[in-house]
């Protein structure tokens, strides 16, 4: 898959890797506890020169998806990874038919600005993506809401 001209390779989860997900997110500051979830699409990426990459995953509800966990491994950052993983998801997100993608964000709002997210209100996102258990979660006062549509 390509995106912001990096070159990765987007391949889903095993079950059995969901560990290494868990282990990456919480270092990452991120929640962690329903990595496990197999209802939940997760997904690893590498470069072409098999240099493990980070993760990324949505979540599904209905019409809308929620990208989620994020990471990108510390000896890749900074050189357009994270912008080639958030454009692998969206095709994923368009593919299973998703008319809008959201997520939750305490840290990281100019960084999803920069690849077309924009800022959106609580009261404005659609029901199915607020009652997620990952939504509720993350959205204290302090986190910022984004959307990318279409």
Not at 115 to 127: H, L, N
Not at 130 to 142: G, I, K, V
């Amino acid at each position: 898959m390509r995106g912001g001209g990096t070159r990765l390779l987007a391949t889903p989860l095993a079950a059995w890797e969901r560990d290494g997900l868990k282990a990456a997110l919480s270092k990452a500051g991120l929640p962690a506890d329903d990595a496990a979830d197999p209802h939940l699409l997760f997904w690893r990426f590498e470069t072409v020169a098999d240099i493990p990459a980070g993760f990324g995953g949505i979540e599904v509800h209905g019409r809308y998806a929620l990208l989620r966990s994020l990471v990108t491994l510390p000896p890749v950052r900074g050189i357009g990874i994270g912008r080639a993983m958030v454009a692998a998801l969206e095709v994923e997100a368009r593919t299973l038919k998703c008319c809008a993608i959201y997520l939750v964000t305490t840290s990281h709002a100019a960084f999803f600005q920069q690849v077309g997210y924009t800022p959106c209100a609580r009261d404005e996102v659609p029901e199915e993506i607020s009652r997620s258990r990952h939504f509720r979660a993350l959205c204290c006062a302090s986190a910022t809401v984004m959307v990318k549509r279409g």
